[in-house]
């Protein structure tokens, strides 16, 4: 049984920094691509950033772009998110994904493997 299991959320202050970490289980996703997405109370959930199966390739979402950086571990089978400088606005819960393909794509549906999610909580 295929699991995403995400850590590493919590309360931070405006201008801080946080780190997320999925451990994957279950299969190798070594070649495969991964990403992280959010939701907000009220908003449908959207495309944070997304790193092809080598790390080569990456992909961010405009609001996260300069402050968020994924990396992809494929000895640990992990992916994890580092975001600097965060705002109000990051408030939201963080899920992982894992796709079946290699590519950084930034669409939802490309992945099927899904974390549990993590709320991220920044205070102004």
């Known amino acids: 049984q295929v699991q995403l299991v995400v850590s590493g959320g919590g309360l931070v202050q405006a201008g801080g920094s946080l780190s997320l970490s999925c451990a994957a289980s279950?299969?190798?996703?070594?070649?495969?691509?991964m990403a992280w997405f959010r939701q907000a109370p009220g908003k449908e959930r959207e495309f944070v950033a997304a790193i092809s199966w080598d790390g080569g390739s990456t992909n961010y979402a405009d609001s996260v772009k300069g402050r968020g950086t994924i990396t992809k571990d494929n000895a640990r089978n992990t992916v994890n998110l580092q975001m600097n400088s965060l705002k109000p606005e990051d408030t939201a819960v963080y899920f992982c994904?894992?796709?079946?393909?290699?590519?950084?794509?930034?669409?939802?549906?490309?992945?099927?493997?899904w974390g549990q999610g993590t709320q991220v909580t920044v205070s102004s």
């Open positions: 279950g299969r190798s996703f070594v070649r495969c691509a």
């Open positions: 994904a894992a796709s079946l393909w290699g590519s950084a794509t930034m669409t939802p549906e490309e992945y099927p493997y």
